[in-house]
């Protein structure tokens, strides 16, 4: 499990709930001086959604190397582009990461104790690290999650998981235009101060969030699940390429309760008065599959499992 899944949709739920505070909008007339400052709080929500994104994949992709630890092949009987991926290219991200950490103590810190993690692969008991996702750069970028995937094995990430968006209940055209729409409203809002971003795109920018983090966290953990349990080298490809994914929901209700269900738009199994209650219930089954709570409209926000 990514580390910092619960704290992602915390932070992002939270900034939904800002944006309708009279602050965040503007108002008539269009000049007034309270919309600078609306104008200002909303560029500081749109650049931090975004830095949480960027921080919320890197450690899903962490979890994802992770569960490869245990995985029963061998570093040597990785595909090339793979052990490009774990090596030569997380060496490049190790450099990436140091240069943008100014205190000389803290950079001996950082060396200290991811270096020797990074040359773990060719030990006796390898451990591998997600250095070599988004090796350059100082921002994550809609080709380093497609590439990112594509290290692993799967092609077409972004469509597979435009398709995972739509099996949940949060439907978009594609999913790669979301992201690319909310990285554009986080380098507007970060070097074009006199820029505006209305609040109903914000909102709209803070929704594709949500659905961007839970899809990329459900098709990472689906597929370092199958690549660790990949027993023969020649099976890999075929492994990789039949990932599949199941979900239990968790929706809320106008009463207040919540209704879980086994499918998106099946029948309720089983009401629920709080939400707490329904997550643990959801927990305690001996179903593998991920756990996706959704509002009274249906719509994902926040991943459990």
Known sequence: MPYYRQEYYSAIQRMLELTDNILLQDKMPIDDKHNVGARILRHGLAVSAFALLEKYTR??????????????????????????????????????????????????????????????????????TAFGFSSSGSNVGHDDIKKGFAAFGLTDAWGKMSLIASDIGGGTLSLENEFRGLARARHMSAHEPASNIPTTTLQSHLKAAILLGITIDILASDLGGAIRNCGKKADLPIVVSAVAHSYRFLDEQIDGSWLERASAAGRGVKRLPDKDMAVQSALQRKSSSHIVVRDAASFPRELIR
């Open 59 to 128: 450690s899903i992709f962490d979890a994802m190397v992770n569960d490869m630890n245990n995985s029963t092949l061998l570093y040597h009987e990785f595909p090339d582009r793979l052990r490009k991926f774990i090596s030569v290219d997380a060496i490049g991200g190790l450099n990436n990461t140091l240069y943008f950490i100014k205190d000389d103590l803290a950079k001996f810190a950082f060396v200290d104790t991811h270096l020797p993690r990074l040359s773990g692969y060719a030990s006796s008991t390898p451990t591998y």
